[in-house]
């Protein structure tokens, strides 16, 4: 039985977990601006309501293919999705079948998640499609945590025109203090919260045989505004074993060791908060600057992922030790925080409901050719009670608002209490005292007659 205790906190609740919900669902749902993008087809094969998703139009390449992103509905599930366009792919994709379905199979929280694959001609151009999970209000760790200035293609050195030319050990040595004090420093919490993410991540990809071969901070989506509890998820999987072309005869191995070498690139560079801190000269010298600010564990750990001997994913473990711990309670904290907000959801949804049933019963202009139907019978007292419930005034005859009123007033409805309640006519002529449980009925009577005439007429148009 539904409690009549009043959920009024959770009507009004602003806290940021919600915030950040909010937006996220705003996100979702804004539509294309036809005029900005007249290019933009209406239908890529099964999907609709496409709209980009790199709005600052920036023209994106991956490897000599220039890239778009989208997010789309998919027109049967309702879903919303990611498109990732490869634009002007001209090969087949039939055999890559059993790649494709093995990325499929992995589900992952901290992995986007490939749907599906497909060539189309949507775009006037044969564009090769990756279909992926849809994060709403994601940016990628490069956006977070560089600067603009500093977005030169994953890790070039934005100092050198010649990414090869010799640096003296003072001018690489400041270069990356100089970042690292623009930037800021990342707590080391932080840093621990991504290797944690990641290296579960890696665990399932690698354990399945499979290997990113494009891990950097460009293709990490973070979503959540506190960088200790950010959610990262690994974007663009299978894109490169695609578009590289070489999985003929692969070295599997050879490219999860190229993994771990990006993961250990990617981990310094936000610990620096430099890209060239990674450039492959200055690695050493990067790994001596975060002496300063950072524990020796994740300076070991980053070294390892940066060592030339055989690396495993899993080796990583015992290297983070009782940090997991940590990581697991912050993730049980935000799980709880998630079921209370549920649970205050689901009885504002049963309140919803209820006012649904009464709003498509109360004014009803005719029913069955009655034009007096929802003023007269049962539909009078629930029209009674609509003015107790919304439209009360003071004794100085201003409106009484008191949303604990009303949300009492219908947790007593819906759990057809027996508590009893006077209702006026406006004119005050006419006084009905009636119980909650007399209410409900009369409620769910009237709307199943209101429910039975619609689900009649819809047979009558199927006919
Ligand atoms: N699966 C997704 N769900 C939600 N948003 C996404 C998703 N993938 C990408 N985005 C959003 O789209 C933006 C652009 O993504 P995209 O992958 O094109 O990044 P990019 O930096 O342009 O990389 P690239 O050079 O590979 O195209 C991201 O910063 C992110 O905000």
Not at 34 to 45: A, I, K
Not at 69 to 84: F, N, P, Q, V
Not at 179 to 187: F, M, P, R
Not at 344 to 354: A, D, F, T, V, W
Request: include cysteine; charged fraction near 20%.
């Amino acid at each position: 039985m539904p409690s009549v205790e009043s959920p009024t906190a959770s009507l009004y609740a602003q806290d940021d977990l919600r915030r950040d919900l909010l937006h996220r669902n705003a996100l979702s749902m804004a539509s294309p601006d036809s005029d900005r993008w007249p290019d933009l087809p209406e239908n890529v094969e099964d999907y609709h309501d496409v709209y980009p998703l790199d709005i600052f139009g920036h023209s994106s390449k991956i490897l000599t293919y220039s890239t778009s992103t989208y997010r789309a509905t998919h027109s049967k599930t309702g879903e919303k999705c990611c498109l990732k366009r490869i634009h002007g792919f001209r090969q087949t994709i039939t055999k890559y079948a059993p790649l494709i379905e093995a990325w499929k199979k992995i589900n992952h929280p901290n992995i986007v998640q490939l749907k599906d694959i497909f060539i189309t001609k949507a775009f006037n151009d044969s564009s090769l499609i990756f279909i992926y999970n849809y994060h709403p209000d994601s940016e990628s760790l490069q956006t977070r945590h560089f600067n603009s200035h500093e977005t030169l293609n994953g890790y070039n050195d934005p100092f050198s025109s010649d990414p090869n030319a010799p640096r003296p050990y003072s001018h690489t040595k400041n270069a990356i203090l100089r970042h690292q004090h623009s930037n800021g420093l990342l707590s080391e919490n932080t840093l621990w919260n991504y290797t944690i993410q990641l290296s579960g991540a890696l665990r399932v990809i690698h354990g399945s045989g499979l290997a990113l071969r494009s891990l950097c901070l460009n293709r990490v989506l973070v979503t959540g505004n506190v960088n200790s509890r950010a959610r990262l998820r690994i974007n663009c999987v299978a894109i490169m074993d695609i578009l590289l072309n070489d999985m003929a005869s692969p070295n599997i191995i050879a490219f999860q060791q190229e993994d771990m070498s990006d993961f250990g690139k990617l981990l310094l560079a936000l610990a620096c908060r430099s890209l060239i801190a990674v450039h492959q000269d200055n690695l050493l010298t990067s790994i001596d600057l975060m002496a300063r600010s950072y524990s020796s564990d994740i300076r070991h750990l980053i070294r390892y992922l940066l060592g030339s001997q055989r690396r495993h994913i899993t080796d990583l473990m015992p290297m983070i030790g009782a940090r997991f711990y940590t990581q697991l309670d912050a993730v049980q904290n935000h799980s709880d925080n998630l079921e209370t907000e549920l649970s205050k959801e689901m009885e504002n949804g049963r309140l919803l409901r209820l006012l649904v049933k009464l709003g498509s019963i109360n004014e009803r202009p005719e029913f069955n050719l009655d034009p007096a139907w929802s003023e007269t019978g049962d539909r009078y007292m629930l029209k009674l009670f609509r003015d107790y419930l919304f439209h009360q005034v003071t004794e100085e005859g201003r409106p009484w608002l008191d949303m604990s009123h009303i949300v009492q007033t219908l947790n007593k409805l819906d759990s057809g209490s027996s508590d009893t309640i006077c209702l006026y006519s406006r004119d005050e002529k006419t006084i009905l005292v009636v119980s909650y449980q007399e209410l409900k009925q009369c409620l769910e009577q009237s709307f199943s007659e209101v429910a039975s005439a619609a689900a009649t007429d819809d047979l009558v148009k199927a006919e």
